[in-house]
């Protein structure tokens, strides 16, 4: 079946740092890939998402590339900040955004 | 435009005890899912909902959960009864299959806490 792998965290940074989140997937057909953020007490939300193989997703800083040659997704962003404290989940949606999978999740803690 | 909404947002009860999780999606949104969310890993999925149809209950535990979605917008999920392994956060999304997009995001909730004595 389809699946979601991310690298492990905890992932701790110094501010204004360089971040990347590797995430690679398995799956049947041409899947949509998405990020999402979590932050502490809240539900996840969508942080960005490509939906064909080259595309870029980008929102707030972060970008990530779909790479069909090597079934990645990986979240880069130039400078983080500590606001940008949280988990961050790659996901995979197929069957026309009816089947969602969610890695494990990365968390990311940025210190001043 | 409200978001998803979920109650309560915490729950502690005792092991064998019955349990009800109510969900409010956005206006609009024909799809509802129902997520399990333990500790340190991603959501799992437990069913999905296309208007007042399960559409994929597989990952349910048929034995203890239940579901339903009336009149095709709220829906409760219940488990009877909880066993300890049960504590966990449950997350309710939504989104829409209408419109020109085929991938359509999904919009979270805050999730409900349960923990299970």
């Known amino acids: 079946g389809d699946s979601v792998t991310q690298m492990e965290g905890p992932v701790t940074l110094s501010e204004e740092a360089f971040l990347t989140i590797n995430c690679t997937y398995t799956?049947?057909?041409?899947?949509?890939l998405f990020w999402y953020v979590q932050y502490p007490g809240e539900g996840l939300q969508l942080l960005l998402k490509?939906?064909?193989?080259?595309d870029k997703g980008s929102n707030k800083g972060f970008e990530a590339t779909y790479r069909k040659e090597t079934t990645s997704f990986h979240l880069e962003k130039g400078s983080v900040q500590v606001s940008d404290s949280a988990v961050y989940f790659c996901?995979?949606?197929?069957?026309?955004?009816?089947?969602?999978?969610f890695g494990p999740g990365t968390r990311l803690s940025v210190l001043p | 435009e409200a978001g998803v909404v979920q109650s309560p947002r915490y729950k502690i009860i005792e092991k064998k005890q019955p349990v009800a999780f109510w969900c409010n999606p956005i206006?609009?949104?024909?799809?509802l899912y129902w997520y399990l969310q333990n500790l340190g890993q991603g959501p799992e999925l437990l069913i999905r909902?296309?208007?007042?149809?399960?559409?994929?209950d597989s990952q349910l535990p048929k034995d203890r959960f239940s579901a339903e979605r009336l009149k095709g917008v709220d829906s409760t999920l219940k488990i009877q009864p909880a066993e300890l392994g049960d504590s966990a956060v449950y997350l309710c999304?939504?989104?829409?299959?209408?419109?020109?997009?085929?991938?359509?995001?999904?919009?979270f909730g805050p999730g409900t806490r349960l923990t299970v004595l």
């Open positions: 999304a939504s989104s829409s299959t209408r419109g020109p997009s085929s991938y359509n995001e999904q919009f």
């Open positions: 799956a049947t057909g041409y899947p949509s």
């Open positions: 490509a939906t064909k193989a080259d």
């Open positions: 996901a995979l949606s197929s069957l026309y955004g009816q089947n969602f999978v």
């Open positions: 206006s609009g949104h024909n799809t």
């Open positions: 909902y296309e208007n007042e149809e399960a559409v994929d």
